[in-house]
């Protein structure tokens, strides 16, 4: 992507979203559009695949904090095509034009770990560097990071809390196998003769000044293909589908995004690859839920072992049962903890299983167990346990 691009695009428009959207409603509505125009989705879609692109794209640049402020500042300064400092600028002609490319390097790799379309960095060494080019040296074409690739995943309960290798299918560019990335069809490219292999082309600024910018002819690749490769139309660059295997870390919670550096899509002439970004949905377990580090379970037992006290069995996620104390006159809602039987934590450790007694009512009583506890109901029948919260209620 040119740096001419990212000014003039408009990624808001892309994905529907208002200038001050927030991060939550630009990952809904990038997930939205993803999902409608991927391409295992719309196979032989030309046009769904186009606009898969410029979703992805936008979302680079528009879910990273960095480089959207990047983004939204080189809009406001030059979305009208060009820098103009007014009567009196350098040179004497009362103002001259550069675009991006001369403040980011033509298209170098942005550094640092956040999303990207792998385009954008290179800082204001890059703006004195291309501005002001003393002794007439040509620039190198720079290296392109690879795009980041997002994609989803969705866990058991038990995967989620002990980790697991899942097996992920991904779709992002990477240098074109018909053509090795060369993008001419016989994998025999010349020099651009423009910029002589650079891939950038300088002009003069007036006052001693020389600009550096993208070389339209070869889109700063340096190379142009003699006869173009009819898979890429001779980019070098093609959507390629792959699966790899893929380490979830023990513990991770539902909706959780993780980040994998360097597994994202490969760069371009030399420069890394993107990261790769998973977020994690956990399906839900018919026994356990969990709160933060420790495991939940809700434990029923019966009238006489919650007012007589025992030890209970309790089960627990992937190990043996483990025995707890029920002291004398426990009652229903209170909770134990069983330590060291809840997920594990990063640095290995586990939390704790949180067990919540649930007192259970018999709805069947045989004539025995019936006398029994007519028996114990006479016994107390001087107790009332509703006593104090009338008290209360006359006290409010």
Excluded: W
Aim: charged share 25%.
């Amino acid at each position: 992507m040119s740096t001419k691009d990212f000014v003039e695009k408009d990624y808001y428009k892309v994905l529907g979203v208002p200038k001050d959207a927030t991060e939550a409603e630009i990952k809904k509505a990038y997930r939205k559009l993803a999902r409608e125009y991927h391409p295992d989705a719309n196979t032989g879609d030309a046009k769904a695949e186009e606009r898969f692109k410029e979703v992805s794209e936008a979302n680079d640049v528009l879910a990273d904090p960095k480089r959207r402020k990047e983004y939204d500042e080189a809009r406001a300064l030059f979305g009208n095509g060009g820098f103009r400092p007014g009567p009196g600028g350098p040179g004497g002609a009362g103002s001259f034009n550069f675009d991006l490319g001369d403040l980011f390097g033509g298209g170098g790799p942005q550094q640092g770990g956040g999303p990207g379309a792998g385009g954008f960095g290179g800082g204001l060494g890059d703006v004195f560097g291309g501005l002001f080019n003393r002794g007439g040296a040509g620039t190198r074409t720079q290296p392109r990071r690879g795009q980041d690739v997002e994609s989803e995943v969705t866990l058991s309960f038990t995967e989620a809390v002990d980790g697991a290798t899942v097996p992920l299918r991904m779709s992002s560019q990477a240098p074109c196998t018909a053509c090795q990335g060369t993008g001419d069809k016989n994998g025999t490219p010349r020099v651009c003769p423009t910029c002589v292999g650079t891939g950038q082309v300088s002009r003069g600024g007036g006052g001693g000044f020389s600009l550096t910018d993208p070389c339209v002819d070869c889109r700063g690749r340096g190379l142009i293909a003699q006869d173009p490769c009819e898979q890429c139309k001779g980019s070098g660059r093609a959507r390629s589908s792959r699966t790899m295997q893929v380490r979830i870390p023990a513990g991770v919670s539902d909706g959780q995004r993780i980040r994998l550096r360097g597994k994202g899509a490969p760069g371009e002439t030399g420069g890394p690859a993107g990261d790769l970004y998973v977020v994690v949905h956990v399906d839900a377990h018919p026994v356990f839920g969990r709160k933060g580090d420790n495991l939940t379970v809700t434990v029923p037992v019966t009238f006489t072992e919650a007012a007589l006290g025992g030890e209970i069995k309790v089960p627990t996620l992937g190990g043996p049962p483990v025995t707890l104390k029920l002291p004398a006159g426990t009652p229903g809602g209170r909770t134990m903890r069983a330590r060291g039987k809840g997920a594990t934590r990063k640095d290995g450790t586990r939390g704790d299983l949180l067990v919540t007694i649930e007192v259970t009512v018999p709805t069947d009583l045989d004539d025995k167990a019936r006398d029994a506890l007519e028996t114990y109901r006479d016994a107390t029948a001087g107790e009332d346990p509703r006593a104090e919260l009338f008290q209360a209620a006359k006290g409010a």
